[in-house]
């Protein structure tokens, strides 16, 4: 795309429907992948299902790029440069993220992963000179409280204190990977190539990393029965080719800190399908947390009084 076309396209916010629509649907798909998650350490252990899973995913993506058209060869600088994102998105962030789940419960742990809006609004000033405007902090305030209100009511799950250290220090872990890798791939170096190329040996390369680790803590490949192969499948085609093609394609327009509010939500609407699924009952508490995180949200949003041009709703291809 050339500079003219690029000034021809029109400005996106996050209210926008072509890219509101795939954010609301990150949050979805990224909701129900907490429980299923969750069950699958039942017969898998974490390191062993994060690796499938991922190079799975990776190979998937791969396919996508090739019948995009896109070049699947990068260069040893852009390998090196997908290798850091995969270890950091992938094998950290994924690998404490299904261990904290035997610690804690889902919810808390999704919980916990919201507060990657800190970390994401932090980076984003430094590293990429991102500075937030007084509604996305304000917003960003009443978000953190219903969260704090949310985490509140989910420890009334946890009785035992040593566990629930052991997964909030694995999930904080997590979060800060995630949010480096985001803020990585929000880099010019992260927008120098089609998202989906990047994404795909990423994915591959942290895959790859689980393996190591899981040989080395678990032993060898151990795999589950029907169910478990069709929950992966389902993790790996729709809870990571699809939406993560969807967020970072979210991300690279609105920018890592108001993309990270699908973070935030997310706890919602997976505490909701928990009242569906594990007749899990909302405490006064839980509902105060919600409606601050939605009343930050708008907030958030609000503050999108200018926004970047879009400069991938056609991706590059080089």
Not at 226 to 243: E, N, P, T
Not at 253 to 262: C, E
Not at 298 to 312: N, T
Request: hydrophobic share 55%; with cysteine.
């Amino acid at each position: 795309m050339n500079e003219a076309e690029r000034e021809s396209q029109p400005e996106l916010k996050l209210t926008s429907p072509k890219v509101f629509l795939p954010f609301l649907l990150v949050i979805l798909i990224w909701s129900t992948t907490w429980i299923v998650i969750r069950d699958q350490l039942h017969s898998v252990p974490a390191n062993w299902s994060v690796c499938y899973r991922f190079t799975i995913a990776g190979l998937m993506m791969l396919l996508f790029c090739r019948v995009k058209g896109y070049k699947l060869a990068l260069d040893r600088s852009n390998q090196l440069f997908c290798l850091t994102v995969g270890l950091l998105l992938i094998t950290i962030d994924y690998g404490f993220l299904y261990a904290a789940e035997r610690h804690i419960t889902s919810g808390l742990v999704a919980v916990v992963f919201a507060l990657i809006i800190v970390p994401n609004s932090f980076f984003a000033r430094v590293f990429l000179g991102k500075k937030s405007s007084p509604y996305f902090i304000l917003g960003a305030v009443l978000a953190g409280i219903g969260l704090g209100l949310l985490f509140r009511s989910q420890l009334a799950f946890l009785p035992d204190r040593t566990e629930m250290k052991l997964g909030l220090g694995m999930s904080l872990l997590a979060v800060l990977a995630t949010s480096l890798g985001e803020i990585l791939l929000s880099t010019p170096r992260g927008k120098s190539k089609p998202m989906p190329v990047f994404l795909a040996w990423s994915m591959l390369w942290g895959g790859l990393g689980n393996g190591f680790v899981a040989l080395f803590l678990d032993g060898a490949p151990v795999i589950g029965g029907g169910g478990y192969i069709c929950s992966l499948l389902y993790l790996s085609l729709f809870g990571s080719v699809l939406a993560f093609i969807l967020y970072f394609y979210v991300l690279h327009i609105v920018g890592p800190d108001m993309a990270a509010y699908a973070h935030v939500m997310i706890p919602i609407i997976a505490m909701a399908i928990s009242t569906l699924c594990e007749n899990y009952i909302w405490s006064p508490t839980a509902i105060a947390g919600s409606v601050m995180v939605l009343m930050g949200l708008f907030l958030a949003m609000k503050s999108q009084s200018k926004s970047a041009r879009s400069v991938i709703v056609e991706m590059r291809v080089d």
